[in-house]
């Protein structure tokens, strides 16, 4: 654990209107992980140009590595040659703060023969696993680790797995990910079922590889016969990256913001039609189309913002809910968020950082069991604790716009958006210090 004196602290400025055109918004996390492991499912190399240089997806490349496959960098291009048959790590399998790296290779190595242990940094030990390690357990798979198989370091024995047919309670996009990447290698057709549709880029990618993956309420999932075709993607920019300028756009008044090549996924991109529902000016303009929509997203201030409440689809935005808290934050009336108890269980309580660190830039809000509630105001100037959270310093950092902010333990950020305070720096001032 980094001591008080170790850690990075990063103070923003109160700023002006701005006007940024970005094209170096971090690329999508959820996709770059899926590419790393995917190119395993396949017998020729996949090209992957920008995939994210992240913390959280270089351990999963190395992960990948460990397992035997050859990564060739060169500019923004990977080439990543998966090896004759996967080999049995010498080492334990570090993913780091990656929540996803780690549910979705115990999903794809419950089935691989071999002894693997998949652990992470302090925060990853504390998230729950049982989520995935149950519903693998059930089909045959041997996982284990401390509290019952719920908690890392898991140790994991491949074993031959059984087909299933499995009703998650949960929409959650990396136990659907890790039950999908099971049933490629069970002994028969499989069927996934969830409580409303998580993101779905396991389905797109590997319905683009060849994979026989049918999806309408119910996925699914025939077992592979053979190999997938490799994959050849350029990984697009991360909307939930992005969010945090397009809530900066819609907070500072006269302010504008230009996303260039993100993902116009349907499952990702709702945080943007709340922000549009509470006065924001957004708008989407679709380029391509290539496993997934892309194209641009243009953010505009339009007024003070009004107070929303968000209640439904949340695995569609839970990941931007600290971030348009910032928005709510400012808004004219009480917004509420409700049915979001899963963001108890992410990198950190995000409800209960969201609302201290709310708290101390003297916004009236509260916390219930599953959200808060929020009631706009002004931010005062304030010091924020990170909580070792990404999305909790990332979100504060865009607060700092309206009024000084300094935020305590600001390392976190590199899991996901390495180059955050470099594109904020181009619209306030920035100072960052141990
Ligand atoms: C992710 C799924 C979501 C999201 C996370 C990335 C993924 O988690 O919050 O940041 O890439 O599959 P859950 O599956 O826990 O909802």
């Given at each position: 654990m980094r001591s008080e004196t170790e850690m990075k602290w990063l103070h923003v400025k109160k700023g002006e209107s701005f006007d940024l055109v970005c094209d170096k918004i971090a690329s999508d996390k959820s996709i770059s992980h899926r590419c790393a492991i995917f190119s395993?499912?396949?017998d020729k190399p996949s090209i992957v140009r920008n995939y994210l240089r992240a913390e959280d997806t270089l351990c999963t490349l190395n992960i990948v590595k460990q397992l035997g496959a050859e990564v060739e960098e060169s500019g923004n291009r990977l080439k990543i040659t998966p090896p004759d048959g996967l080999s049995e790590p010498e080492d334990v399998l570090d993913c780091g703060n990656s929540g996803t790296a780690m549910r979705l290779f115990c999903g794809f190595l419950s089935s691989i023969p071999g002894h693997f242990v998949l652990t992470g940094d302090r925060y990853l030990r504390r998230r729950p696993m049982r989520r995935v390690t149950e519903p693998l357990t059930q089909i045959g798979a041997k996982i284990d680790g401390r509290e019952d198989g719920n908690l890392a370091p898991l140790c994991l024995r491949g074993e031959r797995l059984r087909s299933f047919n499995y009703e998650s309670q949960i929409a959650s996009a990396q136990v659907k990910s890790a039950m999908i990447l099971a049933a490629l290698r069970a002994d028969d057709v499989s069927t996934y079922r969830e409580p409303e549709l998580s993101r779905d880029h396991t389905e797109r990618m590997l319905r683009g590889m060849g994979a026989n993956i049918e999806s309408w309420d119910t996925i699914t999932i025939e077992p592979l016969i053979k190999p997938l075709e490799p994959l050849d993607i350029t990984v697009p920019a991360d909307p939930s990256s992005g969010f945090f300028f397009a809530v900066a756009a819609a907070i500072v008044p006269g302010s504008r913001v230009v996303l260039k090549?993100?993902?116009?996924n349907p499952t990702r991109t709702e945080a943007y039609k709340v922000l549009k529902e509470m006065g924001a000016r957004v708008e989407f303009e679709e380029m391509q189309n290539r496993y997934e929509p892309i194209g641009d997203i243009t953010v505009t201030y339009d007024g003070r913002l009004k107070a929303v409440e968000v209640s439904e689809r949340i695995s569609w935005l839970i990941d931007e809910l600290p971030a348009l808290s910032i928005a709510m934050a400012v808004a004219e009336g009480e917004s509420v968020v409700k049915n979001a108890a899963e963001l108890r269980v992410k990198e950190s309580d995000r409800i209960s950082c969201v609302i201290d660190g709310l708290k101390a830039c003297g916004i009236e809000c509260s916390e219930t069991e599953d959200g808060y509630k929020i009631v706009g105001s002004n931010f005062k100037s304030a010091e924020i604790d990170s909580c070792g959270d990404h999305r909790i310093a990332m979100s504060f950092a865009i607060a700092g716009l309206l009024a000084d902010m300094r935020i305590k333990d600001?390392?976190?950020?590199?899991?996901?958006?390495?180059?955050f305070t470099e594109i904020l720096g181009s619209i306030t001032e920035v100072e960052s210090w141990r």
């Open positions: 395993l499912l396949s090549n993100v993902t116009l600001v390392e976190c950020i590199e899991t996901s958006f390495p180059n």
